[in-house]
């Protein structure tokens, strides 16, 4: 039986959690514990029964969260050499997934690209990211020729579109959004049979485990 909340003070709860914490309960578990008891003593301060709520001086334990699902070089592999048509949406989806991986960028990066901050020639493309600091990004041959074909075949598309200066477009000619290319990597993994529900930052991350993989710092 729970005591009466009057009865409760800092201490109280303090002492709950340790004893949640030694009998070897998850955080998680006594994270929503403390949310449940911390839930019925500000019902408690909102009926007049306490002036405040005791459990808001209490820390719930950190709970570590969990590491991003990245994916196997083979997987990657498979994703990208699924997309070989030749029609606009596919050259543009597979220069999209090509960079995301090659470059490690984040989306906001990616759709947020100018032709003028593409060199082709030198594989580097300049990103500006967070904090509105900017980096060179370099990038493969895959990449480069993947960006080669869709830029080339994208002229027409440019001409009559609202965003011309933008790499990467939808099909009416504007400017992809970050919901667009999630879209794009859903329907391209089911494509490719790859049954994992994956955000594009998943590529980021496998980009970076698949570099410390081969040796990099």
């Not at 449940?36 to 969260?65: I, M, T």
């Not at 959004?177 to 590529?203: F, G, K, M, Y």
């Amino acid at each position: 039986k729970a005591p009466a909340p009057e009865k409760i003070d800092v201490l109280a709860v303090r002492g709950f959690v340790a004893r949640l914490s030694r009998s070897g309960l998850g955080k998680s578990s006594i994270a929503r514990k403390l949310s449940k008891v911390r839930s019925f003593l500000r019902h408690a301060v909102r009926e007049g029964r306490l002036e405040s709520c005791p459990a808001d001086a209490v820390r719930a334990p950190r709970v570590p969260k969990p590491l991003p699902r990245t994916m196997t070089v083979d997987e990657i592999f498979n994703l990208l050499d699924r997309i070989q048509e030749d029609d606009l949406a596919s050259l543009r989806d597979r220069a999209i997934l090509e960079l995301l991986y090659a470059g490690g960028l984040r989306v906001s990066e990616l759709v947020a690209l100018d032709q003028d901050d593409l060199d082709l020639s030198g594989l580097v493309v300049r990103v500006m990211g967070k904090g509105r600091k900017e980096r060179v990004v370099p990038f493969g041959r895959s990449a480069e020729q993947a960006l080669t074909r869709w830029m080339k075949n994208s002229t027409k598309l440019r001409a009559k579109g609202e965003a011309p200066e933008a790499i990467f477009l939808n099909l009416r000619g504007g400017r992809l959004t970050d919901r667009s290319v999630r879209r794009i990597l859903d329907r391209r993994l089911r494509d490719a049979a790859i049954h994992a529900h994956l955000s594009p930052h998943a590529l980021r991350h496998s980009f970076a485990t698949h570099l410390l993989g081969a040796g990099a710092d």
